[in-house]
């Protein structure tokens, strides 16, 4: 075949696979969207009238959630106590870490399905995500930062004032586009594509021992708090630790009301397997100790959540096997295609 056949025929095939890209034959290729409701989720709580996803919007979002210009000195940005692999969690920090190397207080919850959460933090002490990045930006452990010095830094970089009209229309930045910039991006980090996803869209198969996991989950009552798709309630509660590492009391710091002592926020379990060290100090290593926890080491704390405390004993009575089962069904929960999107990776 000559030259001139030969370029003909790659030409005609980029032209299909083109096509095959598209949305209907001829038509225009279809973007995925920015956000849309996972089928079988509830509604998002959060309010997306007042903060219309748009792409350059978005962009604006991820560029400053991965800028060490919201910290003081310029060194941590928010994806450096958040890693996309690990689910947007600190890896193998039982506290996070923030400017000069300081050690925080609690250990970096995942950031996933935030549209669907009414309060954020282990304590709650935040209950709008448009809010959610003032704490971290001014705690003095983590970016030690103003917003009044951050928004000053974006008005003189030479990229910002152009980003930010793309996404409002003017170079103007202000607190509120700034926050709600971030919120953006935050919105996009939805998981809902895990093993057990495909298994309940009928696209996939339990094993033996997930399904036996999966039956022991809902039996032992971890479903109660650990509920429904997002697999949290977003209720608070204490878990039988006793503080131990810091003398940390959950949601009192914020209620001061002394039946919130030692209650802390349900967690997600979505990515659990990757999301290690666990609870709010990071104090199990993996999902084993975990388990042993709830089997055995449930501890009074005055405010001990009552399905910790049944039939005379404390804690949730299982067998090593049954444990076993249930972590085998927990590894359902991770979603390698939210680990590795590349819509939310690093510039």
């Not at 903060?51 to 310029?74: C, E, H, M, Q, W």
């Amino acid at each position: 075949m000559n030259n001139s056949r030969w370029r003909l025929v790659a030409v005609s095939l980029s032209f299909i696979g083109w096509l095959a890209s598209c949305s209907i034959l001829g038509g225009e290729a279809s973007p995925e969207p920015l956000f849309s409701v996972p089928q079988g989720f509830p509604e998002p709580t959060y309010d997306l009238s007042k903060n219309p996803l748009t792409n350059d919007g978005v962009a604006l979002g991820k560029k400053l959630f991965y800028d060490g210009i919201l910290s003081r000195d310029g060194s941590i940005s928010c994806g450096e106590c958040h890693n996309q692999s690990h689910a947007f969690t600190h890896h193998g920090h039982g506290f996070s870490h923030g400017i000069d190397d300081q050690e925080g207080t609690r250990n970096a919850q995942p950031l996933v399905n935030l549209a669907w959460q009414d309060s954020f933090f282990w304590d709650g002490g935040v209950f709008d995500l448009d809010l959610f990045s003032i704490a971290p930006i001014e705690n003095p452990l983590e970016m030690d930062e103003k917003i009044g010095n951050v928004l000053q830094k974006l008005r003189t970089h030479k990229d910002y004032p152009r980003l930010f009209k793309k996404a409002y229309g003017t170079e103007e930045i202000t607190t509120e586009r700034f926050l709600k910039a971030l919120s953006q991006f935050l919105v996009t980090l939805v998981s809902a594509n895990a093993k057990y996803d495909q298994y309940l869209a009928g696209k996939a198969q339990l094993t033996a021992d997930e399904t036996a996991g999966l039956q022991l989950f809902k039996d032992k009552g971890c479903a109660s708090c650990h509920s429904g798709v997002l697999f949290t309630d977003h209720s608070f509660r204490s878990n039988g630790l006793l503080p131990e590492y810091t003398d940390d009391l959950g949601r009192y710091r914020i209620t001061e009301n002394p039946q919130d002592k030692n209650k802390f926020k349900v967690p997600t379990l979505r990515n659990i397997e990757v999301t290690y060290p666990y609870m709010h100090d990071g104090r199990f290593l993996n999902l084993e100790g975990v388990l042993e926890h709830y089997a055995g080491g449930v501890k009074e704390t005055g405010n001990l959540d009552p399905l910790l405390k049944q039939n005379g004993r404390f804690g949730i009575a299982m067998t090593k096997e049954e444990q076993q089962k249930i972590i085998a069904f927990l590894k359902t929960l991770t979603d390698q295609e939210f680990l590795t999107n590349p819509r939310f990776a690093a510039p």
